[in-house]
């Protein structure tokens, strides 16, 4: 699981932008992106874990609540 930052996210669409911890790429949320998981919208600057799909571009599935590691 990555983890990362919230860049962007429009609630209409249900697409938005996070920006990996790692190796600061940018990975997409679509339509769908958030199902299955607690989240319905976010917020930018919020901290998630994430799955990445092997897509073209890479999206994030799966999300859950990001930490700090404290």
């Not at 919020?46 to 404290?70: H, K, M």
């Amino acid at each position: 699981m990555t983890q990362g930052v919230v860049k962007a996210y429009d609630d209409a669409t249900k697409v938005g932008v996070i920006v990996r911890d790692d190796d600061r790429t940018e990975v997409f949320l679509r339509p769908g992106s958030l199902d299955g998981s607690m989240f319905r919208l976010l917020r930018q600057g919020q901290r998630v874990r994430f799955d990445i799909t092997d897509d073209t571009p890479p999206t994030a599935v799966n999300l859950r609540f990001g930490s700090d590691g404290y």
